[in-house]
Structure formats: C-alpha cells, structure tokens
C-alpha cells in the first residue's frame, strides 16, 4: 500500500465573515478520521484496489490573507496565484507543506452572495498535488475528480466525442452530468472510477483481470463489482482491441445509477471513453451486447469479430454473467522463403524454400474468391428478390474475372494438334 498525504489548508479572504465548518468535519472529510464514512480516504482506497493510503492527510487553519473576498472577482482566472497566497499563509503559520505528497486549498466564502456561488474548484493540472475547494464542494463526488487530477487522471468521455465530462458514470465527469449519490454527512459520493481509469494510474489488480492468449474464444464467466476487491474473483474482462468490461451494482458509490449495470471501456491520450451498446446504450444490462467487427456471414471470418453478452445481472449474489466471444481474421497462407529470383510485384516468380525452387503466382486470388463467396452467400439476407438476384450475379461475375485474370496472367495454354491417320489411328502423340 503506498502512503499519500494531503496538506488541507483552510483559508479564508481579509473580509470574510461567513461560518466555516467545524475542523473536525474536515478531518473527517480528509483523514482517517472518518474512515468509514464514504469519506475521500475511503473512496481513494477502494478505487485503488487497496493500494491508496491517504489517511494520514491533516488539517490546518483557518488562516487569512491579505486579499478581500470582494477583489476576487477582479483576479478569478488568477488560480495559481490565489493558490500561491494561501500556501504561503499556512507556511507562516507554521505548517512544514512541502512535506506532504499534495496540497489541497479549502476557501470559505460565497463570491457573489447568491446562493449555492461558492468561491472556485479545480484541481491539478493532472500529475500536478494541488487541489482547490470551498465550503460548498466539501464532499468525495468533486473532491474525487479533483483530487484525482493530481493522481494524473484526465475528463471522461463518451465514444465517438472528444467532449470531456460525458460518461455520467464516473467520478471525471463530475459536474455535468455525473451520478453523484446523495449522503446525509458529505452531501454527495461517488460515482466511481472505470476500469481503464484505474488501470492507468496502476490501481487495477491486474492479477483478477480475466483475458485469454487465445487466438478465438468463446466463454461464459463472472464478474465481480468492479470496486469490491474484498469478493474473491473476476474484477474486470479484457477483450481484444483494449476494451476492459466491469460490473458496477447501484450501490454505495454507484448508488445514484438508474440501475446496476455492465460497461465496456476504452483508453486513448489519457481519456477513458464508455462505449456504446450495440441497442446504442451505454449502461448494458441483460440481454444488451458490445461488438465490434462483422457478427453474422461468412465474411465475418476474414474481417473477424468480437463480442460481449450480458446473460444477467444478480446484484444479491454480487455477480454479471458475460459471454465473450471473439473469431480471428482469416490470414491468407503465405510460403516463407529467402526470394532468389525476381518475384513480380504481383506476386508471380520464384522463391527458393527447402532447398528447392518453387513457383508462386500472383497473390491475392485465394482472398478474392473467399470475399466473393462470402458476398454470394450473405446476400441471400437481402429480402428483395429482384436486388438479391442482381448482388448474386455481379459477385459470380467478379470471382470469373478474377479467375480469367489469374489465368491470363499465368501464361499461354498449349492448344493439341489434331490427330493424323483419321479416328482409328491413337498412337501418335500431341504435340
């Protein structure tokens, strides 16, 4: 387990008068205090697999600063600066920052004086400890975002979109549209981290990982709750193409989702993106699916497939059922030897293999009979008589001209000279 602790500074403006939260809410927010709470140590722990310790964080403050609650307005895109003036304060005061692993600023406050307008929140840039709150994001749903920030995680996101903060199920798109649960002591917790959000920052037990060195599969298996390491078995399904699989119950963290749910998972330039359902859903559960590649005909053998069935969904017993299965492209066999003698750019000349010169014709012809048969063959899917008939012949057509091609291409035939001496003489040879 790897320690991690945060500095909490609380500050507040010169001309600030409004009530700040008893310290002990704090420390139970931050330390291990309130370990057991569904506090920030707690949801850190749990979506590190166990490999976060973040209760030895402390609490410091109030401290002032120079500036006025009414100039904040005028320096707002000033963040680092403010972050600047409230770190320096708590050294002044004592407290030894630069020990700790991150810092992060709680601001009292209302900006505007309106209602529900705090002061600011942010966090990171990501890899970056430093984090920003006030006493209206004192609670695990923003502080796991921005917080998380500081552990290297970026915004998530959807398939198809480079849109940040629009996979509603987990704790980076906090704000938008996440599911944030409601909680009588902290306001609102979660949602959690996916899968692949924890895999990059090396929090996912890779050892509970199922994934198959198969070239083609298919399996029945079960996963756990993504976030319930305590349950021995399958956390998480890798399937080819990086897509990671969990199983996320509505429950704790996950308890404002409108139903227990499996979800498929990609990672590109350190953004997880929640992918669509074949029924265009993102929240899968019994009988929805995740594909990828061509499912039905027998051109489905050369571009190969993969697939992933949700069969149920038992949140009593802890448990997804998934079908994964996956078929490999077909490979057209090739001969492997060192070429000797000019092999054309279509493939025709001489490749010397075991010793021996062997021929080989032009490439390409066993894959295109193979893609016209399989055109033949799925085009009987299509309802219209008269267009099926016309895909049929234009595909015959093609696999003829292929041939007739190859056959061209391979040289003249030698065609046999007629027979002397009239029918009954058969002893003369062709020439």
């Known amino acids: ?53 973040l209760s030895g964080s402390q609490v410091f403050g109030p401290f002032g600063i120079t500036k006025k609650l009414s100039d904040y307005p005028g320096f707002i895109d000033d963040r680092p600066g403010l972050f600047k003036m409230c770190k320096q304060a708590a050294v002044d005061g004592g407290v030894l920052v630069d020990t700790f692993d991150g810092i992060v600023v709680s601001m009292s406050g ?21 984090a920003f709150c006030d006493t209206l994001s004192l609670s695990p749903s923003p502080l796991g975002q921005e917080m998380g920030h500081g552990y290297g995680l ?6 198809g979109s480079d849109t940040d903060y629009m996979d509603r199920w987990d704790v980076m798109s906090v704000f938008d549209s996440a599911a944030m649960a409601p909680n009588a002591e902290w306001g609102t917790v979660g949602p959690g981290l996916n899968a692949q959000c924890m895999r990059s920052r090396g929090w996912l037990d890779e050892a509970r990982v199922w994934r198959s060195s198969a070239d083609s599969f298919d399996t029945v298996i079960q996963l756990r709750p993504l976030h319930r390491y305590d349950l021995p078995g399958v956390l998480a399904a890798e399937l080819p193409g990086g897509f990671l699989v969990e199983y996320r119950p509505k429950e704790r963290w996950d308890a404002a989702f409108d139903h227990s749910a499996v979800f498929v ?16 859903n993102f929240d899968l559960t019994a009988g929805d699916s995740f594909a990828r590649g ?13 697939k992933m069935d949700v069969v149920a969904i038992d949140d009593r017993n802890k448990t997804a059922t998934i079908r994964l299965v ?8 090739s001969l492997v030897g060192s070429v000797t003698a000019g092999v054309a750019a279509g493939g025709s000349g001489l490749l010397f293999v075991g010793g021996k010169f062997r021929p080989v014709p032009p490439r390409g012809l066993a894959n295109t009979i193979l893609e016209g048969v399989a055109a033949y063959l799925d085009a ?22 292929s041939i007739d091609t190859f056959v061209a291409k391979s040289g003249s035939v030698s065609t ?16």
Not at 154 to 159: L, M, T, V
Not at 265 to 280: A, E, I, L, P
Not at 384 to 394: F, H, K, P, T
Not at 416 to 431: C, F
């Open 326 to 333: 996956h078929r490999s492209p077909f490979i057209e066999p």
């Open 380 to 401: 009987a899917e299509i309802t219209d008589s008269n267009l099926r008939a016309q895909v049929q012949r234009a595909t015959l057509g093609a696999i003829t001209r």
């Open 154 to 159: 970026d915004h998530a996101r959807q398939e």
């Open 416 to 431: 046999p000279a007629p027979l002397s001496g009239g029918p009954g003489n058969r002893g003369h040879a062709i020439e």
């Open 265 to 280: 998972h990609s990672f590109q330039d350190n953004h997880s993106y929640v992918m669509r359902g074949t029924n265009g």
């Open 110 to 130: 209302n900006v505007s004086g309106k209602p529900g307008d705090g002061v600011d929140l942010w966090g990171g840039p990501p890899g970056i400890m430093n």
């Open 1 to 53: 387990m790897t320690t991690t602790r945060w500095a909490v500074l609380i500050c507040r403006f010169a001309d600030d008068t409004s009530v700040i939260p008893p310290l002990v809410h704090y420390q139970r927010l931050f330390t291990g205090a309130g370990t057991g709470s569904l506090n920030v140590v707690d949801y850190f722990r749990e979506m590190s697999h166990g490999q976060l310790d």
């Open 294 to 306: 061509k499912q039905a005909g027998l051109f489905s053998v050369l571009a190969g497939s993969t």
